[in-house]
């Protein structure tokens, strides 16, 4: 019997179609919610938070064709889990209403049918990656 193994998720890849209001929306989020930007470049970069990181790169243009929606096949979204309810509504606060960013769903709120006291916000970026700002109680 093969024997099992304990992983955790080690990155995330997001591909931008741009490297200016996308790269920077992500560049900013990253650095909101405390992680280290590093191996930072014009299109690319990476932000970690000691565990697990994303990398952000821009498209290459050959591969930009098609473009991004979050229902087709590929990443659905990515979620980033906070402390509090009370932190994902100083995000809608702090970096969503400056931004004018729309929030999906009615904006922050419970969502029982998930667990009780999940509470989230959602939003999509300039290419229309959800993403997703939580409190999981565990």
Excluded at 40 to 55: L, M, V
Excluded at 108 to 133: C, H, L, S
Aim: with cysteine; aromatic share 14%.
């Amino acid at each position: 019997m093969a024997k099992n193994i304990k992983a955790s998720i080690g990155h995330v890849g997001i591909n931008l179609s741009n490297a200016g209001e996308s790269f920077k929306l992500w560049k900013d989020l990253a650095l909101y919610l405390g992680f280290k930007i590093s191996a930072e470049e014009e299109r690319h970069f990476d932000a970690g938070d000691g565990k697990s990181y994303i990398c952000v790169n821009v498209t290459e243009d050959q591969y930009k064709a098609d473009g991004f929606h979050r229902k087709r096949t590929g990443l659905g979204h990515i979620a980033f889990r906070v402390s509090s309810p009370e932190e994902v509504d100083a995000f809608v606060r702090d970096f969503l209403e400056p931004r004018k960013i729309q929030s999906l769903y009615g904006g922050a709120k419970e969502y029982p049918q998930y667990m009780p006291g999940y509470y989230a916000v959602y939003f999509e970026d300039p290419d229309r990656i959800k993403i997703e700002i939580v409190y999981e109680p565990l």
